[in-house]
């Protein structure tokens, strides 16, 4: 079944129209449901890719 025959299926069966059918996303099930991974950000790593200051640090000044 394609997508443009399960919106008119479903929009036959409620009543509403194609277009609000469609805009509700109605998709078919697949036997395997499909897990995504979760998204996850390392902060660390964001951190030193980064690495950046917000302060122009001067050289340290050495005791005679």
């Known amino acids: 079944m394609t ?6 299926a ?6 509403e129209s194609i277009r609000e ?6 998709v078919l099930l697949t ?6 991974e979760p998204l996850v ?8 890719e980064r690495c950046t200051s ?3 640090q001067r050289p340290a000044e050495r005791a005679a």
């Open 3 to 8: 997508q443009a025959e399960l919106n008119r």
């Open 31 to 36: 036997p395997v449901p499909v897990e995504r």
């Open 54 to 56: 917000f302060f122009e």
């Open 41 to 48: 950000v390392d902060w660390d790593r964001l951190d030193a």
């Open 10 to 15: 479903v929009a036959r069966a409620t009543g």
């Open 21 to 26: 059918i469609a805009r509700r996303g109605f």
